[in-house]
C-alpha cells in the first residue's frame, strides 16, 4: 500500500482532488441563483432542492473517500519513522475527510445558518470538527520531518 503513494496515478489523483475542492464551487456558483459567494459557506451549494446539490453532495463524497484513502497511504508511508506521528497525519487528515467530506455530503444542510433541522446540525458539527482535525496536519507533517532528519522541510 505504501507503494501505492508514489504511483503517477496517486498523484494525478490527489492533485485533481486538490484543484477540484477549490474550482467545483466556483464553476457550480454560477449555476445557483439563491447562492451568494460573498456570504454563504460552500456547504449551501449542497443544500436539499438545491439546482447543484446533488453534484456538490457526489464531489463531497469523492473528497472524504479520496482523502480517507490518502490519509491511509501516507501514514503506512509515514509509519516506519514514526508510528505516533504517522497516527497523527491520520487522524488529522483522516477527520478532515470524514467530517468535512463524507458526514458534510451523507447531511446537508439548509440556504440559510439556522441548525434547528438536525441534517444541518450534524453537517455543521462533522464540518467545524473536520476543518479543526485538518489543522494540525502541518504540525504532524513538520514534526515527522524533524524525525526524519529534515529541518528544512520541517
Known amino acids: 500500500m505504501a507503494a501505492w503513494i508514489d504511483t503517477r496515478w496517486f498523484w494525478t489523483l490527489l492533485i485533481l482532488t486538490l484543484c477540484g475542492e477549490f474550482l467545483l464551487p466556483c464553476l457550480l456558483a454560477r449555476k445557483d441563483p ?9 456547504s449551501v451549494l449542497g443544500r436539499r432542492g438545491g439546482p447543484v446539490a446533488r453534484v456538490y453532495r457526489l464531489w463531497l463524497a469523492w473528497l472524504g473517500i479520496w482523502l480517507l484513502t490518502t490519509a491511509a497511504v501516507y501514514a503506512v508511508g509515514a509509519a516506519p519513522a514514526s508510528r505516533w506521528l504517522a497516527a497523527g497525519l491520520a487522524v488529522s487528515l483522516g477527520g478532515f475527510a470524514l467530517g468535512a467530506g463524507i458526514l458534510a455530503a451523507l447531511f446537508p444542510t439548509g440556504l440559510t445558518k439556522d441548525l434547528s433541522d438536525p441534517s444541518a446540525l450534524i453537517h455543521g458539527i462533522a464540518s467545524a470538527l473536520g476543518f479543526f482535525a485538518l489543522l494540525f496536519l502541518p504540525l504532524w507533517r513538520a514534526l515527522l ?10
Open 145 to 154: 520531518a524533524l524525525e526524519t532528519d529534515s529541518p528544512v522541510m520541517a
Open 34 to 42: 439563491a447562492y451568494r459567494p460573498g456570504t454563504m459557506a460552500v
